[in-house]
C-alpha cells in the first residue's frame, strides 16, 4: 500500500503512489474533522483544545501555497462527530446536536451565533436491555438530508 518513506513527505510519512501530505497549520489540537468551502476557506473540529477540556471549531484561510495565513477559533464542540459545508452553512455535530453556522459572503468566520437545527431523540434501552444508546457518526448527503447512526452503547 504505502511505498518508501520520502524525505519530501511531512516527517517522512509513507504514502501510496501519486498522494502528496503538505502540513497546512501546525499545533491546533487533536484534529477530528474537516471540511472545505469553495473559497480556500477550511474549517476544522478538535477533539480536545489545547488546554484538554473541549473541542473547538477552528476556521484556517490558505493561502495560494495551500498553507494557513490566517486561523480563528470561533466555537466549542465537545464531542463532535463531523462537520460539512453544505449550499454556504456549516454543519458540526455534537453527541445531541446538530449547529448551523451561517456566513455573509467570503467571511471567514460565521456572522452570528450557531442555529440548533436538530436536537437528539430521548435514549433508549435496546432491546435485550442493555445501556442506552447516544448518537455517534453524522452524515450530511445529497439533497440536503442528515442522517444520524444511532448505536455503540454506552455505560451510565
Not at 11 to 40: E, S
Not at 46 to 69: E, F, M, P, Y
Not at 144 to 149: F, L, M, Y
Request: aromatic share 8%; net charge positive.
Amino acid at each position: 500500500m504505502g511505498g518508501a518513506a520520502s524525505a519530501d513527505e511531512p516527517d517522512n510519512i509513507q504514502l501510496p503512489q501519486g498522494f502528496h501530505a503538505t502540513v497546512v497549520a501546525d499545533k491546533l489540537g487533536v484534529l477530528r474533522h474537516l471540511a472545505f468551502r469553495d473559497n480556500d476557506n477550511l474549517y476544522v473540529s478538535t477533539q480536545w483544545n489545547n488546554t484538554g477540556t473541549s473541542g473547538d471549531l477552528i476556521a484556517l484561510h490558505l493561502d495560494k501555497n495551500r498553507v494557513a495565513d490566517k486561523t480563528v477559533h470561533f466555537g466549542v464542540m465537545g464531542g463532535g462527530t463531523g462537520i460539512r459545508v453544505y449550499k454556504g452553512a456549516l454543519y458540526a455535530a455534537s453527541l445531541a446536536r446538530i449547529y448551523r453556522y451561517s456566513f455573509h459572503g467570503k467571511d471567514l468566520v460565521p456572522v452570528s451565533e450557531p442555529v440548533i437545527c436538530w436536537t437528539a431523540c430521548r435514549h433508549r434501552a435496546s432491546p435485550r436491555g442493555a445501556w442506552p444508546s447516544t448518537p455517534k457518526a453524522t452524515c450530511m448527503s445529497r439533497p440536503g438530508r442528515c442522517r444520524r447512526w444511532i448505536g455503540a452503547p454506552i455505560p451510565t
